[in-house]
């Protein structure tokens, strides 16, 4: 009895295992390689054709109107993922130069998606163009990437060594150019309190003299009032019968 429900347990095993599989077989998409790859090697003979202002066309033209315009040529590509492809296709002329030669194709599939890969020989350099594909054929993407020699990746290793320490280096040296300015900031202040120190007392000794005359006009003015009652009394008339004018002080004053 157990033998038997051993095998059918077996059974129902290999009956599971069999359906997942054919529900893998059957959910994995079917690339067309010819179609995805005569696409992308028209893409690339299409932006080799154009020029800037062209290029510029697109640029400026509205994201639905440019995606009825890639289904109207019969190209699987959104508006947004056109204009993407445009900015990678010149940042590789300008790294490459213009195409030469396109000297082989491959078709690779990938987790989520797949991709052509276009070997390209170009003006300055050897080169690759990668377009993307999602699971519906759909272009996604396009990458170039150059094919730099050892010699050119470690010139540019170098270069930027020597950029990135000679950055550091200046920041360290202006640090300490400030650090070493600080032991004249005492100087600067005790110079600037002796100068205030100096200024305070010049006030006071300009503005005594003006208190001065300020009293002695004062002290006129009630001298030449006493002076002209007593001229007044004396005459037998009034202050305003006269005018007092000017006082003079003799050097010998015996009254």
């Excluded at 396009?142 to 010139?155: D, K, P, Q, R």
């Excluded at 950055?167 to 202006?174: A, D, G, M, Q, Y």
């Excluded at 009032?225 to 007593?230: G, K, L």
Aim: net charge negative; with cysteine; hydrophobic share 45%.
């Amino acid at each position: 009895m157990k033998k038997k429900i051993s095998i059918l347990g077996l059974v129902f095993l290999l009956i599971f295992s069999f359906s997942g599989c054919g529900k893998k077989a059957v959910d994995k998409p079917e690339y067309d390689k010819e179609a995805m790859t005569a696409n992308v090697e028209r893409v690339v003979e299409t932006f080799q054709e154009m020029s800037d202002e062209e290029f510029a066309v697109f640029e400026d033209m509205p994201d639905v109107q440019l995606t009825l315009t890639m289904v109207t040529a019969g190209l699987p590509i959104e508006g947004d993922d056109f204009l993407s492809m445009i900015e990678a296709w010149k940042a590789g002329e300008v790294e490459c130069g213009k195409i030469k030669a396109i000297k082989d194709a491959r078709f690779e599939e990938l987790k989520t998606g797949a991709s052509v890969t276009l070997d390209t020989e170009f003006e300055n350099r050897d080169g690759e163009i990668i377009v993307n594909f999602d699971e519906k054929m759909n272009m996604e993407s396009m990458t170039v990437n150059a094919h730099y020699s050892i010699g050119e990746i470690l010139e540019k290793a170098g270069l930027n060594t020597i950029l990135g320490m000679g950055t550091v280096f200046v920041v360290l040296i202006f640090i300490s150019f400030i650090i070493y300015l600080f032991k004249y900031i005492p100087v600067l202040e005790q110079k600037l309190s002796r100068k205030s120190k100096k200024t305070a007392p010049a006030q006071v000794k300009t503005s005594t003299p003006v208190v001065e005359e300020v009293e002695e006009a004062g002290d006129d003015e009630e001298l030449i009032a006493v002076i002209a009652a007593a001229i007044a009394a004396a005459e037998g008339t009034s202050t305003d019968g006269f005018v007092v004018r000017s006082i003079k002080r003799r050097k010998t004053n015996r009254w």
